[in-house]
């Protein structure tokens, strides 16, 4: 599969999002036949063939939130007989108009005027006020209700509304899951997305790399997604947890199987289930899962003991943002152990003042033109510069046809990106990049797929800010050795460290050196992400500082020299 399998329709044509939706439904026949039933199968092809008005009718329902509407709020100037459009998809069976509805859902599919009515029809012997809420009415209602379901018009055979559900519903979630790779995204976000207008990298799926193999791994997500709507609605958790499912071969869904039990632990902590917690967080392998147990066990295990896990956990876990909470921990719990807990040894970054008069503007673009002269060149690059570079050398990485990574042709990069064993799973061709670092063929990628690559979507760059120019001055000033260790920081948590770069860059194109400023101005002060940046870039050798802009009457004297 690449971008060419799909073509976005424009968006002047009425019928734009039908034809979006077509070409999905037709993708995921044909590249996912192996994974719908026959029945799922036929019925799409059956979908396909209904006249235009019908399609475009069962497409807005399925763009809409939930499954019952109605009927008179399903008017569209592309439908123009709408009973003939619904008589046609009810008898395709994908929508029903005379369906069974509880109480309660009849109650919201109505306007409080209605709901009164409904009230004195049901129950006429009771007094209801007009001034009544709506919820008023149907906590009432709803006090005796016994729970079944009927069509609306046996309800209440006068009934103002007429209601429609969407049926199959399931099938267009599966669909939706097997195109996008997740439930969190909604049909609307493609199909009435201009895709035109922008470009995408073409990424083969093959059958070895297709995320699903197998029908059963689609319901595992389903079924997984349904066990996270489930606990948000309020089901008891001790419950849902049983029926998680074991370890799956699978590593990606795997991954997504690791992030429910956490989720499921957080929902448990939410609640005051701490031991609850604790058990699903100890059958998970998320790196947070860890933080929030030994949080807990602060509340209640001896201090001794979570010193102990604190101290095995730094151990095994490499990522700085992890270790910052884990030394917090340790910290504490040496102090209520009575033990001393050594601090890691950070050098104190370097710190200048700058006053500028009221009014400059932003205060990053007033430090660049105050410490811009003839000798130095400052531009606000922050997250930009280092991560633009980075995907424009690791540009075969991000799009690798790994399994799990790519689900459909309009990806601005893979949807493992920020999962574990991103790198692992890529080692020969994250090798490969850092081999054009140490042999110095790094400059001339760079600078080809600059050209090359330019305006495709990419989610670690911002094409607008990696200009020629920009690009230019960094790979003349910087160091091949500063490079690898700034994209091995990065590939060590990329999730975390694609933020928190230093604000500015100033480059001395004469002598090749370059500096790079955080700036803060006032009442601003460092986050932990920015901080851990800075102590690495020191710690190897770069030069860095903190700005503090201060605001006053008169401009203080500054010198010609950024730093």
């Not at 800010?465 to 500063?482: G, H, M, N, S, W």
Request: glycine share 6%; with cysteine.
């Amino acid at each position: 599969m690449t971008s060419a399998a799909i073509k976005a329709a424009p968006l002047d044509d009425p019928l734009y999002y039908l034809r979006n939706a077509e070409q999905v439904i037709s993708l995921c026949r044909n590249q996912h036949a192996d994974l719908l039933t026959q029945q799922e199968v036929d019925a799409l092809a059956e979908l396909l063939q209904l006249p235009e008005p019908a399609q475009a009718l069962l497409m807005r329902m399925v763009m809409r939130k939930g499954e019952l509407f109605r009927r008179d709020g399903l008017t569209y100037a592309e439908v123009p007989d709408l009973d003939q459009a619904l008589v046609m998809l009810s008898a395709a069976g994908w929508v029903s108009v005379a369906p069974l509805l509880t109480l309660e859902q009849l109650c919201q599919s109505l306007k409080r005027p209605e709901c009164l009515a409904l009230a004195r029809h049901l129950r006429p012997d009771e007094r209801w006020l007009a001034s009544h809420s709506k919820a008023q009415l149907v906590e009432t209602l709803l006090g005796v209700d016994d729970g079944s379901a009927q069509p609306v018009n046996v309800w209440w055979p006068q009934a103002p509304v007429q209601v429609v559900k969407l049926c199959r519903a399931a099938l267009f979630d599966r669909l939706r899951l097997m195109f996008f790779g997740n439930l969190r995204q909604q049909w609307s976000e493609f199909v009435v997305t201009e895709l035109q207008q922008q470009r995408f990298e073409e990424v083969p799926l093959t059958a070895a790399s297709r995320p699903f193999h197998q029908r059963e791994e689609v319901d595992l997500y389903l079924h997984l997604a349904d066990l996270e709507t489930r606990a948000a609605q309020g089901e008891a958790l001790a419950v849902l947890g049983q029926q998680l499912p074991d370890a799956v071969g699978t590593e990606w869904l795997d991954y997504r199987r690791q992030r429910v039990l956490f989720r499921l632990g957080r929902e448990a902590e939410r609640r005051g289930e701490g031991e609850l917690a604790l058990a699903l967080y100890g059958h998970s392998q998320h790196r947070d899962a860890r933080v929030r147990a030994l949080r807990l066990k602060e509340k209640s295990a001896p201090a001794e003991q979570v010193y102990a896990e604190a101290v095995e956990a730094l151990a095994q876990i490499p990522q700085p943002e992890t270790r910052v909470q884990l030394q917090r921990i340790l910290q504490r719990s040496a102090r209520k152990a009575g033990l001393v807990a050594e601090q890691p040894g950070v050098a104190p970054l370097p710190q200048q003042e700058l006053s500028l008069p009221p009014g400059a503007g932003r205060v990053e673009q007033a430090v660049i033109e105050a410490l811009s002269n003839t000798d130095w060149q400052l531009y606000h690059v922050e997250n930009s510069l280092f991560t633009g570079v980075f995907a424009l050398l690791f540009w075969p990485v991000l799009f690798a046809p790994v399994r799990g990574a790519f689900f459909h042709p309009f990806q601005a990069g893979p949807a493992d990106l920020f999962r574990p064993g991103f790198v692992e799973a890529r080692q020969g061709l994250v090798d490969q990049a850092f081999k054009a670092l140490d042999d110095g063929r790094y400059r001339q990628i760079i600078r080809e797929r600059l050209t090359s690559k330019q305006g495709i979507r990419c989610s670690l760059v911002h094409w607008p800010t990696l200009t020629p120019e920009r690009v230019e001055a960094a790979l003349a000033c910087i160091p091949a050795a500063d490079w690898r260790f700034i994209f091995e920081h990065l590939l060590l948590d990329l999730r975390h460290h694609s933020r928190g770069l230093p604000d500015l860059i100033a480059f001395n194109q004469q002598v090749g050196k370059y500096q790079l400023i955080e700036v803060k101005g006032p009442g601003d002060r460092l986050q932990d992400h920015q901080r851990l940046w800075l102590n690495a870039l020191q710690a190897q050798g770069v030069s860095v500082s903190v700005c503090h802009v201060r605001w006053q009457a008169e401009t203080a004297q500054t010198s010609d020299d950024p730093s």
